[in-house]
């Protein structure tokens, strides 16, 4: 049978286009309005954590959003600049400067490009749902804490203002009509600059956080030397990058798939994120990804093709070319509320309901991920964490499925062994240790045919208990070694067919 | 076992296409299954441009459109119920014939690809829901699905009438080639009075062709008439099987790539188009 997979099957190029793209029209240019509304704040605030004028963030979101709605693999996801990378961008830029932030994005995209070309996008099977709560909350911790920085040692007005921020974001879509047509965060950004104006106060506003954008993005080649010692300065901050960039992109894209019941190309993903991120960098634009609280915003506000990416980032730089005056007077107190509601809301709360009812070892998995990432500030570690710690667990459980009976013969003489389960590097010790050596026995029968051994450190575990044995002068006969030494990975070819699982069980 | 699958969707020409699948059904003494596929878009829901994310909205907005779509695809899986039993319940009066059948969710596309193995002619309607008895357009699904998958295609139309000859548009090509050998080995159209059409310019090598594509059919049993005419492909075919009152077009669809069908078109297309007659798709 060809092309079972919605991959294979050779969709004509001109309907694949309309369902993409223009199925869903209405929906689609609003939720953009609404993302791209939504983006501002966002992109301003993470200029602010990597430390650069706003209009990086805000060039970056414009040209990650739109090359994304053509060559990424899950329609209606959105990516701009995000939390997650502008945290690893910090040190790069105060040591080197923001050439070298360009060049970094350049060569992010083209590690995230390989890594779409090599299906890495498959090694997400790895990463637990426990890490993935992890990494979800661990974010919008970070994001909360980016803005910290706004709050301390500040006047009263800016508490207040705040608070007023996140009341009108929670409570204005709550009024009957308007509530659902004008986005809350909006309101509250034209509501705190009023107030901040007309009273005159002196707090501080988006145009005291950098340069703000004044005119098109424009084509430009980064002004960095190009040789080895520049490669060297950017390369571990672009596999950094590209890591937490794919990272954060598969996890979003696997929400958006689960929210919006269709599937996605993870694999184009990759490549459709480095794509995007190349085009950041020549454009002025620091590297970026996907984005959960986004995402979900643009799937609530109706938003499900790539017509609604493509709106965000339209609608976004329209805005800010023309509206740049106006952004310089919006207090950032308007931006930590809307921030803050973003952390709210991209935070697993359920995770917290249901730490009671998960086993222990997922929640040292979700709580080690999110210590970590608090720790490091680099998202890729919490990941590595988590995947590791929660492989040990796996082989910790899987090790108990192992036990050693035995029986002794009529004549008093004989022992027989019967080895039944998994035997592998973590269960080999139990497994040796399983045998009674001081006994003094003429003969021995280990039966290893019911054991399925995946590693050498199964067969040399053998290997040990039959020497043992041997040195106490007992004779050991190993009975189906064969079959059971087959299960090792290494020669286990028989995963791809339907009945490996039967002819595991046969053993 | 290959069966005979009749794709249903409720357009005015569902009966028609049954009738001609219960004929097939009856001369390939085939079973006959009825396909109703679900490929609807996914629910609307009701527009809310707060913009704003909360405790839980990622579970909220989860559920809220779990319902949403629960509610809908039980109102579609009804309908298509519905029109299948109808569908089934009129085969059965009509012809006793016990035909089963079935709904999928996706697209017709990748429905009848991921059935390919099993089915021995699939019976489509010429205009489906969308396209309705506009006679300038076929159904849009069709050429899609001839172009993707390697069985027979049959694309009802007028009301039908059991045939007792069918056309075959030569040219001389593999594909024609090819489809001449398929209609001598199957036993499809056999008992049928068989027209061997040429369209274009007489010559020695086409006449050479034509007789090779008569002995070859006349071979099998078929009486077989060869005519050679002028003019635009379709135009003549059509007349011509005007004129003979032919019951069934038989043509080798698609042998060339998308890309010329681009710029030049597709005589295929056309012949769908512009036939009054049901037409037979082989590959």
Partial sequence: MRGQTSLGIPIPMFSNIKEQWFSNIRGDVLSGMVVALALIPEAIA??????????IG???SFCIAVVISFFG????????????????????VKEHGLEYLLAATILTGIIQIIAGYLKLAELMRFVSKSVVIGFVNALAILIFMAQLPELTNVTWPVYAMTAAGLAIIYLFPLVPKIGSLIPSPLVT?????????????????????????????????????????????????????????????????????????????????????????????????MAGCAMIGQSVINVKSGGRTRLSTFCAGIFLLILVVFLSDWLKVIPMAALVAVMIMVSIGTFNWNSLKNIHTYPLSSNIVMIATVAVVVATHNLAYGVLIGVLLSALFFANKIERYLSVQSTL???GNTRT???KGQVFFSSADKFTTAFDFREALSKVVIDVSQAHFWDVSAVAAVDKVVIKFKREGTEVNVIGMNEASQTMIEKFGVHVKPDALDQLGKH | MSKIIACLDGSPGTHTVCDYAAWFSHKLNAPLELLHVIDSPKAQAPQDLSGAIGFGSRETLLQELVELEERKGKIEIEHGKVLLEEAEKYLLNKFNLKTYGFQRRGSLLETVISLEEDIRVLVMGKHGTQTELRSDKIG?????????????????????????????AFDGSPTARKCIEQIASSPLLKGLAAFLVYVGHPSQEMQNQLSWAKQQLE????????????????????SYAALHQIDLVVVGAYGHSKIRQFFIGSTTTRLINRSTKPVLLLR
């Fill in chain 2, 219 to 238: 071979s099998e049993g078929f009486t077989v008439t060869t005519n050679t005419l002028e003019g635009e492909v379709d135009k003549s075919i059509m």
């Fill in chain 2, 140 to 168: 849009t699904q069709i050429e899609n699905v001839v172009r993707a998958i390697y069985k027979p295609v049959l694309v009802t139309a007028s009301p039908f009438q059991p045939p007792q000859s069918f056309l075959v």
């Fill in chain 1, 417 to 419: 062994y019967v080895v």
């Fill in chain 1, 46 to 55: 993470f200029s602010i954590i990597a430390g650069v004028d706003p209009k």
């Fill in chain 1, 73 to 92: 693999g899950r329609p209606g996801m959105i990516s701009a600049a995000t939390a997650a990378m502008a945290l690893l961008m910090t040190t790069l």
């Fill in chain 1, 409 to 411: 013969d009529n004549t």
């Fill in chain 1, 189 to 285: 950004i034209l509501v705190l600059t009023l107030v901040a104006i007309t009273l005159e106060l002196d707090i501080r506003t988006v145009g005291d956080m950098g340069q703000l954008p004044d005119t098109l993005p424009v084509f430009l080649l980064p002004d960095i030397p190009l040789n080895l010692e520049t490669f060297n300065i950017i390369f571990p901050y672009a596999i950094a990058l590209a890591a937490v960039g794919l990272l954060e992109s598969m996890m979003t894209a696997t929400i958006v798939d689960d929210l919006t019941d269709t599937s996605s190309d993870k694999n184009r993903e990759c490549k459709g994120q480095g794509v995007a991120n190349i085009a950041a960098g020549f454009m002025g634009g």
């Fill in chain 1, 58 to 60: 805000l060039y970056a």
